[in-house]
């Protein structure tokens, strides 16, 4: 049996598949680790379309848009890293919805 | 050309300085405050010299100041005959009265103070002289007020002081509402015919006659224009029925009622007048109005000084209705015999003031029937104010007798009942003058300090003799003839007449003989004549009831008026608009604010709910 090629198609359905898991996490999960996890989850698929569309196009442009997100990133899970670990080390806490502060 | 501006502002120099450097120093604000005007008088003297060679033109100076389309504001200077002579009034007069005030003020705390304001009003009266425009003019006009009022106000501790500097102050501001009126006016007149509109003095001299004559400008539309600009007049010259402040402003210090209220700021409605002369000549009813006003001032106000026994206040009221006098004359187109008696008003005023200064300094009191005798005791006040007194009957040859005398011949041409009652005025002078004379200095000492008063030092006698040989030659240096050839083409010139001249110096005689009757020789008339004077006295010390009535219209018109407004202010300004908007903002604020609970989780979602409705409506409606 002969397997059917892989598509762009396919590559961007899973690209949306792994968008909307990210996205659920991020609104449903409470610890703030899962969320920054589930954050990066959102990045990767972004960068799968942008690599999809790349290839299918037969252009750069795309992946060197990647190259750009992978760094921005990297710097984004830096300072939310260090963000969260000050939280946790400051009250204890480690839920999301137990930090109330952020208003006005 | 810079002597009019150095001129102008060498006093407010002089006044900044006193407040940067000379607050603490009585030497150093003086010296700034004699420097100034010192500095401003010299330059006024250029200008006369430079004014006499035949071919000399009017001194005419603008720096635009605000520039808009169809609006261009200038401030200018215009440095006429009149004006000059006007500049040298104000800056000699002034002068002599600042170094009396010298000696005068020597014991007094606020002494920096008293010169600052002294400079500061010099400065604003100097700007209503050389003002080219009305918005110059006005300007000044009102800082003239402003510093009328705290001059008046000086002694500001005496409720009376702060009192009367007030009311000074709000009797300008009804005046000056109807001179702002009549400024605009003029000003929206003078684009009659298709020109751009102007507020310059020049220009509106040529245009105004021009618009008349050509028919496209009514003089009756003219005459309430005038109407409305006399108003300013009635107010800073004090005359008819706006008279109220000028009696009370004697709360003021005496050097201050010398210059303010006496010589120079009240006649700054005379000198408006005769500024915008063209205005008036051009309008025959206007002219009726002021020469109306002019003549009830001069008899009112003189029958008014019969029986006051404060010697400011009788000066006062003699300053009225001598100002009534030369607006009476302004009215019937006599723009030379107002403009002379001004001049040497100025002297013999500013002179009878300073002498009274010396008199209240030495008995302490303003009240003439504890003075006496003064004229062994103070020689040179007591001769001195004699001269003033007979310079402002109009005693023949003193400086009052041209001036009066031209004003009385110019209404006897123009108009018999103001001629008349002029003539009856100048009776009155001299006996009020006379009374004040014969009680205060002449006869025998009334109180103890009167028996102990001493002749005041140099610094204050020298301003007055200065003075007084300038109320003595007042006529015959020419003063006609300088202003006449400046301003030939307006008004009239009076021809000297002989039968007029003596009918006045018998009328002046009369009224000083029978004072002299009266109160030196102790002359009393008869029973009869007596009780029916009693009434009449009683009408005259209450003044014709003129504050009483205008006490009512207060309490009961305008009061009530006033609460009102103040209702409308309070609940709808306030509390419908200012406070309403506030309170809208305030409820909005906290319904919206609801949003906020603080939970990141809960912001991302509405982040997401919120990109995907952007996106569904960008997909409806822009595909």
């Known amino acids: ?104 | 050309m810079v002597g009019g501006w150095i001129a102008w502002f060498a006093p407010i120099v002089a006044c900044a300085g006193i407040v940067l450097f000379g607050r603490r120093s009585k030497a150093i604000s003086a010296a700034l405050a004699l420097g100034g005007m010192a500095v401003a008088f010299f330059c006024s003297c250029q200008a006369l010299l430079q004014s006499l060679s035949p071919h000399a033109q009017a001194i005419h100076s603008t720096v635009s100041w605000v520039q808009l389309p169809g609006l261009l504001l200038e401030l200018g200077l215009y440095w006429d005959r009149p004006a000059i002579l006007m500049s040298l009034v104000v800056t000699g007069v002034g002068l002599m009265i600042f170094i009396y005030s010298v000696g005068y003020m020597a014991q007094e705390r606020g002494f920096p103070r008293y010169f600052a304001f002294l400079s500061l009003f010099a400065f604003s009266m100097m700007g209503i002289v050389l003002a080219d425009n009305f918005v110059t003019l006005f300007m000044f006009w009102e800082l003239v007020g402003a510093s009328s009022y705290l001059l008046i106000g000086y002694w500001y501790e005496r409720p009376a002081a702060a009192e009367a500097g007030k009311k000074a102050f709000l009797v300008n501001r009804i005046a000056d509402f109807g001179f702002l009126a009549g400024i605009l006016m003029v000003w929206n007149l003078s684009g009659l015919g298709g020109m751009e509109k102007t507020l310059s003095f020049p220009a509106l001299a040529e245009r105004i006659p021009l618009l008349i004559h050509s028919g496209v400008l009514d003089p009756q539309t003219l005459a309430i224009a005038v109407a409305l600009i006399f108003c300013g007049v009635l107010g800073k010259s004090a005359q008819f029925p706006l008279h109220v402040w000028l009696p009370d402003a004697m709360e003021g210090p005496t050097p201050v009622s010398a210059m303010l209220h006496a010589a120079t700021m009240v006649a700054a409605g005379v000198y408006l007048i005769g500024r915008t002369f063209f205005l008036f000549w051009e309008s025959p009813a206007a002219l009726q109005l002021v020469a109306g006003i002019g003549g009830i001032t001069a008899l009112f106000a003189a029958s008014l000084a019969l029986v006051e026994n404060d010697i400011k206040r009788v000066l006062a009221f003699s300053t009225l209705s001598q100002l009534g006098y030369m607006v009476m004359a302004l009215g019937l187109g006599g723009y030379l015999p107002g403009a002379y008696h001004l001049t040497t008003h100025a002297f013999f005023k500013a002179l009878l003031f300073l002498g009274a200064g010396c008199a209240i300094h030495a008995v302490h009191t303003n009240d003439i029937w504890h003075m006496g005798g003064l004229l062994k005791k103070m020689p040179v006040t007591g001769w001195t104010f004699i001269v003033g007194s007979l310079a402002l009957c109009g005693i023949f040859p003193l400086s009052g007798f041209w001036s009066k005398d031209e004003i009385l011949a110019l209404a006897f041409e123009r108009n018999l009942l103001l001629a008349w009652t002029a003539t009856l005025t100048a009776g009155m002078t001299a006996f009020y003058m006379g009374r004040v004379v014969s009680v205060a200095f002449l006869g025998k000492p009334r109180s103890s300090h009167a028996e102990h008063a001493h002749e005041m030092p140099l610094i204050m006698t020298g301003p007055m003799l200065v003075l007084a040989v300038f109320s003595v030659i007042g006529g015959f240096i020419g003063i006609p003839a300088y202003l006449s050839a400046g301003h030939a083409h307006l008004g009239i010139h009076p021809e000297f007449n002989m039968k007029v001249a003596l009918l006045s110096s018998a009328v002046a005689l009369f009224g000083l003989g029978l004072a002299f009757a009266v109160y030196v020789r102790g002359a009393r008339p008869l029973q009869g004549v007596q009780n029916s004077l009693a009434g009449v006295r009683h009408l005259l010390v209450s003044k014709f009831y003129f504050d009483e009535i205008y006490g009512w219209i207060n309490r009961n018109i305008q009061q009530r008026f006033a609460i009102l407004t103040d209702l409308f202010e309070r609940y709808i300004i306030i509390g419908l608009f200012v406070n309403g908007t506030a309170k809208i903002t305030g409820w909005t604020g906290s319904l919206v604010r609801l949003l906020q609970t603080g939970r990141v989780q809960g912001y991302a979602l509405l982040i997401v709910l919120g990109f995907n409705l952007l996106f569904y409506w960008v997909k409806q409606w822009a595909p």
Do not use: Y
Not at chain 1, 17 to 30: E, K, S
């Open chain 1, 1 to 104: 049996m002969t397997l059917a090629p892989i598509t762009l198609n396919h590559v961007l359905l899973l690209s949306g598949i792994l968008f909307t898991i990210g996205l659920i996490g991020v609104m449903t999960r409470r610890n703030l680790l899962l969320i920054l996890l589930s954050l990066e989850l959102l990045l990767s698929a972004a960068n799968l379309a942008f690599v999809a569309f790349s290839r299918a196009l037969g252009n750069l442009d795309g992946q060197i848009m990647v190259f750009f997100v992978m760094i921005v990133a990297a710097a984004e899970v830096t300072v939310g890293l260090a963000i969260a670990l000050l939280l946790v080390r400051h009250s204890g806490k480690i839920n999301a919805d137990e930090f109330r502060e952020m208003k006005w």
